[in-house]
């Protein structure tokens, strides 16, 4: 299950954003730090494919895939000295896939800022920077202990001092560990700690409404240069956090209609879990039966037995061959049986790399 951890500035549409996905009426006001304790909420991934196959199959239950949010509290420049509420909290997203960084980017004078006024290229540094200084102790802790380990001629220690030195200093220089240089060899050491400059970045960039459904504005404008001028791979969401909020107060079958209404093609949630699966290199595969018919999330390039692990580390161990029918062939031919009679489904095996959309059935022994 893909887990987004939510992070940005006091009052910048985080908690507004949080509760517009989850509907879990996290507390959301004009004022710093009212989100204290970490608000978790459960997305279901949109995939139009997953009503289409329930259709044909008629199972008794039908589960979408799955993504966990995390929003946490306000950070503010000084954060790692205890400014505001401190960074403590930052531990409640360290076991995260990505960061979503949420940053303001309208002005409006209702709405107060914790640095004056809104700056994008300000404000992501801002974050960036308490996110450094927030790896930076954890990798001094880690580095200080192995030290003395490597004293003793410890080879472990020895082994992975090189990644917390590199580590060390670029975090030390504020710079986020992802764009720092460091090797596939350094990074993979220090996964283990679960640093959060380590970990891949997803803007969701707060708009008015009217830019979200019309030309794009300077402050949305200025974000993209400060990205594009980091020469990071990172995904950029415009949402309204403003419209999001209507949309969640909406039944679902009116939803399409509101968006159509403001000119939208789709709800900021729809582009926020498509840009983090995009992001991470994430894919779905169906398991389609008269029990259910369910989405699963894999990565890009799994092979079967990996994409058979997802449901049960039994059906990897075990692993004799997938039967395999693409979705659109499956829709196609009305289901399993005639996609078989239309000679559609095929055996694969261990060395198969799983297809989005595939709907696959698994055949092992444990």
């Not at 995390?70 to 531990?91: H, P, R, T, Y």
């Not at 802790?141 to 200093?169: F, G, I, Q, S, T």
Request: aromatic share 6%; glycine share 8%.
């Amino acid at each position: 299950m893909l887990q987004l951890g939510i992070v940005g500035l006091p009052n910048v549409g985080k908690s507004t954003l949080f509760n517009a996905l989850t509907s879990a009426k996290a507390e959301a006001a004009n004022y710093p730090f009212c989100t204290v304790d970490p608000n978790v909420g459960m997305v279901e991934v949109p995939d139009a494919r997953l009503a289409k196959l329930a259709e044909i199959v008629q199972p008794k239950r039908t589960l979408p895939a799955a993504v966990q949010f995390v929003d946490i509290a306000g950070l503010v420049k000084g954060a790692s000295q205890g400014e505001g509420l401190g960074n403590k909290f930052l531990q409640n997203i360290r076991e995260t896939d990505a960061i979503v960084h949420v940053i303001r980017c309208f002005a409006d004078d209702d709405v107060t800022h914790v640095m004056g006024s809104p700056d994008p290229a300000r404000d992501k540094e801002t974050i960036e920077l308490e996110l450094a200084l927030s790896d930076l102790s954890v990798v001094e802790k880690r580095l200080d202990k192995v030290k003395r380990a490597a004293k003793a001629n410890d080879k472990d220690a020895l082994a992975e001092m090189p990644a917390l030195e590199a580590a060390y200093a670029a975090l030390s220089e504020g710079m986020p560990l992802l764009r720092a240089g460091l090797s596939a060899e350094h990074l993979h050491s220090l996964a283990g700690l679960q640093l959060l400059t380590a970990k891949p970045v997803l803007y969701a960039a707060n708009v008015t409404d009217a830019e979200l459904a019309g030309d794009e504005g300077p402050y949305l404008t200025a974000l993209r240069a400060a990205v594009a001028a980091t020469g990071e791979h990172a995904e950029i969401v415009a949402f309204s956090a403003k419209i999001e909020a209507e949309l969640s107060e909406l039944p679902p079958e009116e939803r399409s209609e509101f968006l159509a209404s403001l000119g939208i093609e789709t709800a900021g949630l729809d582009r926020l879990i498509h840009g983090g699966y995009h992001l991470l290199g994430l894919q779905t595969y169906f398991t389609a039966g008269e029990q259910e018919v369910r989405a699963w999330t894999i990565h890009r390039g799994d092979t079967a037995p990996k994409a058979a692990a997802v449901i049960h580390t039994d059906f990897e161990k075990g692993f004799i061959r997938a039967e395999t029918v693409a979705y659109k062939d499956f829709i196609t031919h009305g289901g399993w049986k005639n996609a078989r009679e239309k000679g559609v489904v095929r055996s694969e095996g261990k060395e198969y790399v799983v297809q989005d959309g595939d709907v696959l059935l698994f055949r092992f022994n444990v």
